[in-house]
């Protein structure tokens, strides 16, 4: 009996055994309620073009009765192809919607796979990062019950290749090349594979790419990354980054629209109040457990536990990799910012590796000082919000909760999202006007019915200041053009005074939109917000429709 024992207990310490566990839930809470909510408006995006893709062999925004026109076709060329956006999510979700069906369990599917396997490729790279074999397994798990990890895996967009390829590249960095640091050939396909991971995750995400390159340049200041083989597969890196950077600049299509960005009026400020955004977000997001990073430094407190010290330097030089990744994403996508304005954290998506290893280490420190009080922590960690102290952040603040808990709950609970109203709103309409033409407020709103309810005429798609030729603007409706024609029916959750106003609007029974006159028909209690997106901060775990009145349903204007 005791030898059974002891073999039981050995598994369950063994490192493959933690990081199978970790693949294992990731892969079972993802696909639970996988087909619970419809496509909010990015994902809608990335399932409409794989849906072209597959009927015309293209990107194509045009489908023969509407347009995916995001930001007035700001990202499509005069044939209203999307040049702009990376492509290698649209042919993904096509693989996956060929293969299961065009529906969201045929576009998430293939997501849901590289988010699990990015688990299992964590738990091979942890071992380039962590001294003792005993605790390479411990990254996967703390990824894998990570809530902010986990909501953003079942989506069909690219945060999932994110993590994949920013795994693998870790993974080649810490173990690939220390492992064959002697082999002269398998240094040369370890680099290969380097640039071949680098070049997905710049088809995944251009910013993604750039700044995770930035981002391993402060590891070359720990000993062990000091080699000349890192120096030089960190360079084939940049060098494969910046020819992929030529090779979109060069096209014709996509240079002015980059060029016509507005300049910011105070760039300087703009920045650095953004990148406080950015970082004082990865508490409220609860992205990273902040609490756990002084514990850092506890092997210098004292000379005894100095065996610590190089781990914990390498988490701490982690730390500033974070910062420099953070600071990379912030110089690529410069905004103003409004008083109300939360940080775009999908871009810092890649980092959830990398705060992984962080808290392993500083959680492994913590149990050669004591069991209990690390035992402790990990639970913490896993079931509360406290170490990251978002329900105390300065901005996004969130209440004291077990996420996981919530997130689990809500896998199981099929309620109304914002973005089933508005399919909802359409499909009412569309029953009693096969032909209408209609308009959303928000105007991102339009996607996720474009999708389901694609017979109806979504207006005001096309912003002629944005895209000024349109190579078949004679064979689009009318109304497709910002401005143009006034649309049958007008669906409003919000408005704004202007771009970038934080003043909604205030809805009446009787609005007059575009210089027409529109009149309430009918109203959806159901919260309009796309609250079924990845952010803590604008994820809903469960229905608000008994939680607000009218003035925050989904109102549908008919034209008088």
Known sequence: MKSFLFTVCQIIKAPRVHILIGFFFVLGISLTGISNHAFWDDEANTALFARNLIEQGQLSAWDGNNVIGYKGGYELNEDLVNVIIPPLQYYIAAAGMIIFGENEFGA???????????????????????????????????????????????????????????ALILGLWGEGISKHSNSKDRFIAITALGAVFCAGLFYANYYMAIALVASLTPLLLIDKFQTQKHFIFLGSLGLTTLILIGLVLIENDVSPRLDSKPLLVEPFFSFFALFRLHISSLSAF?????????????????????????????????????????????????????????????????????????????????????????????????????????????????????????????????????????????????????????????????YSPMFYVPEVTYCDQVDKTVLSEISIEDELPNCVIKKSECADYAIIGEMKLGPGSGKPVEITEVMTINGCRYRTQSIIPVFWHNSSRPEIPWHLFHSATDSFNNENGIITFQRD
Request: glycine share 4%; aromatic share 12%; proline share 7%.
């Open 286 to 446: 609860e992205f990273m457990p902040i609490l756990l990073i002084p514990l850092l430094l506890l092997p210098w407190a004292g000379c005894k536990r100095s065996w610590l010290r190089p781990d914990c330097m390498t988490a701490i030089t982690l730390v500033i990799s974070i910062v420099s990744y953070i600071f990379v994403i912030t110089i690529m996508t410069p905004r103003e910012i409004q008083p109300t304005d939360l940080a775009d954290m999908r871009y810092l998506v890649p980092l959830f590796p990398i705060i992984a290893i962080i808290s392993a280490t500083a959680l492994t420190t913590v149990w050669a000082y004591s069991h209990i009080a690390s035992i402790v922590l990990g639970a913490m960690l896993v079931f509360t919000n406290i170490l990251h102290l978002s329900p105390v952040a300065l901005a996004n603040k969130q209440p004291f909760r077990c996420t996981l808990c919530a997130y689990t709950a809500e896998r199981f609970n099929d309620f109304t999202s914002g973005s089933e109203g508005y399919i909802e709103a359409v499909k009412r309409i569309q029953r009693t006007n096969p032909d209408a033409s209609i308009v959303t407020y928000p105007e991102y709103m339009a």
């Open 108 to 166: 998430r599917i293939p997501f849901v796979l590289f988010g699990a396997l990015s688990v299992l490729i964590l738990g091979w790279a942890a071992k380039g990062f962590l001294s003792d074999h005993r605790n390479h397994g411990l990254p996967a798990l703390i990824a894998a019950t990570s809530t902010a990890f986990l909501l953003y895996i079942p989506q069909a967009r690219y945060y999932s290749l994110g993590l994949f390829f920013t």
